[in-house]
């Protein structure tokens, strides 16, 4: 069985995302790694190259800053990643430049990859998420992050990012995805419990506040893009609610987290909660179960 996984990542070190660990991380899982590079102007595709290893492919790109609607831009560079897999491939693992898989579940991701494998109607894998929020403490685990989301699949030349990159859908025809004419077919997946280890929101408060403005640009909310970090620095503090992490880190985050020096302590005070949000979210806690969940998937509970 072959595995292909690909990526995409621009100004890597800018941005504070732990995409060398990441890349890292689904090398020992893969046969090939196909990572589209944007124009970055911090050394990100020197970092990569230097990884030296053969299973890396880069593709250079060039980001269309006007691809401002509804994080468009994301779709486009991870489909060009996901375009030049080997056709060859069997499956396909999809990771993001903050997001890292724990050497601890390779079994069970492989294990569970052969076992979805012998069912023809199953197209991918569903995997949680762990959103760490701050420092390598604390976790983000509010109704206003994502649960889970598909990030390994059967290869299909006819599955394409849906909307952003955060997701995947199949399409009878590439024609019909890009003129926009089709809404695609919802992947069937199984449950996988491995998690998704996700870095976005750790790193220095100016540097979140560089990716904080941007990813609202990218997704047309504003109008200015930042070029390098403000002076003004991101408040954690306003985040709705954390709890903090009890686990262990995947190793190939340990110089990163050894070399960070900001702990976050909750003032929750501060916290900024959505009238909807603090209603719900105790319901929810109660009941376990999360109302008007977006669920771009159809899980499988018994395949046959």
Not at 106 to 125: C, F, Q, T, V
Not at 132 to 138: K, L, T, V
Not at 174 to 190: A, D, H
Request: hydrophobic share 35%.
């Amino acid at each position: 069985m072959k595995i292909s996984a690909f990526s995409y990542v621009r100004n890597g070190f800018t941005y504070g995302v732990p995409f060398l660990e990441s890349i890292q991380s689904v090398l020992p899982l893969c046969d090939e790694f196909v990572i589209a590079v944007g124009d970055s102007t911090d050394g990100t595709k020197e970092a990569i190259l230097n990884l030296g290893d053969p299973k890396i492919k880069i593709i250079d790109t060039i980001w269309d800053d006007s691809l401002t609607r509804g994080g468009k831009i994301f779709a486009q560079q991870c489909n060009i990643a996901y375009e030049n897999v080997s056709k060859s491939a069997d499956w396909i693992i999809h990771i993001q430049a903050d997001e890292v898989l724990h050497e601890k579940d390779y079994p069970l991701i492989l294990s569970k990859i052969k076992e979805a494998d012998s069912y023809p109607d199953i197209d991918g894998l569903l995997q949680p998420f762990i959103h760490f929020w701050g420092d390598y403490n604390s976790i983000r685990n509010s109704r206003r992050v994502h649960k889970n989301e598909i990030r390994i699949f059967k290869y299909d030349p006819n599955i394409r990012a849906y909307i952003d990159s955060q997701g995947f859908r199949k399409f009878k025809s590439i024609e019909n995805y890009e003129n926009g004419s089709e809404k695609g077919e919802k992947l069937r997946v199984l449950a996988l419990n491995a998690p998704i280890y996700h870095y976005s929101s750790v790193k220095s408060k100016r540097t979140m506040s560089l990716k904080a403005n941007n990813f609202v640009y990218y997704y047309g909310h504003s109008d200015k893009k930042l070029e390098e970090a403000p002076k003004d620095e991101f408040n954690y503090n306003t985040v709705d609610r954390v709890i903090k992490f009890t686990g262990t880190h995947p190793k190939v985050m340990a110089e990163a987290i050894a070399s960070y020096d900001f702990i976050f302590n909750h003032d929750k005070s501060q916290a900024v909660w959505k009238k909807k949000d603090r209603y719900l979210q105790p319901i929810e806690d109660l009941l376990k179960i999360r109302f008007g969940e977006y669920k771009n998937y159809i899980l499988i509970k018994n395949p046959k």
